[in-house]
């Protein structure tokens, strides 16, 4: 995926305390080992996801702008997803940040504010140009667009509990096997089966 983070977050969705407190865990030997589950928890259910947990700043890097110029939203649909936007595959977007592209004399400029319209609320986020406006005609060799913006839910407080709750649970999971593979005495364990429909809410469907 032709995503480049910028800027990492600040601040991880589920703390230390709240860490070792699933794990009933009082003493603070395993801290290192704690935050590093912590965030390969955390990476694991936004790969799942496709979604950011605590915000952070991505670009997305493209090697044109997508379909034609003058394509424009079908009329009487009430809600497209049109040939001509860009889609961000990451969620939930706060905001986009610029959209910058190599002219045809291989100089970096950034497209006007004014001249697009991005809807947010959508899972993809949508970028289109207004009415009026069409994509800058950029350099055609890859890489030559992207759009930086940033994703999340905002502080680690604001994200759903649903995702706390798979992280703490892939978390104890991985604290409690730390091998490749586990042998087990006393017969088959299973694991139990609602734990990824936790994430089923939160999945990011891209067409």
């Not at 003493?27 to 390969?40: C, E, G, K, Q, V």
């Not at 605590?54 to 044109?64: F, N």
């Not at 936007?85 to 004014?114: E, F, G, H, W």
């Not at 502080?155 to 096997?177: C, D, H, T």
Request: aromatic letters at 8%.
């Amino acid at each position: 995926m032709p995503l480049q983070l910028v800027t990492a977050p600040t601040e991880e969705p589920v703390s230390l305390a709240e860490a070792r407190l699933h794990l009933r865990v009082d003493f603070s030997d395993d801290d290192a080992l704690i935050m590093a589950l912590i965030r390969s928890a955390r990476l694991a259910a936004e790969t799942i996801t496709g979604r950011q947990l605590v915000t952070a700043r991505w670009k997305y890097i493209l090697d044109s702008f997508p379909g034609p110029s003058l394509m424009g939203v079908p009329a009487g649909r009430p809600f497209t997803l049109p040939g001509h936007a860009i889609l961000i595959p990451k969620a939930p977007v706060q905001t986009i940040v610029s959209i910058d592209y190599l002219d045809m004399n291989r100089t970096p400029q950034t497209m006007p504010a004014a001249n697009y319209i991005a809807d947010l609320a959508c899972e993809p986020a949508r970028i289109t140009p207004v009415f009026g406006q069409i994509w800058p005609i950029p350099l055609p060799q890859i890489a030559a667009v992207s759009v930086t913006f940033d994703a999340g839910y905002g502080s680690a407080a604001n994200v759903p509990e649903g995702l706390k709750s798979w992280m703490l649970l892939r978390i104890g999971s991985l604290y409690q096997n730390r091998e490749e593979v586990a042998a087990m005495a006393r017969g088959k364990i299973d694991p139990l089966p609602f734990i990824d429909g936790l994430l089923d809410p939160y999945r990011m469907v891209t067409v």
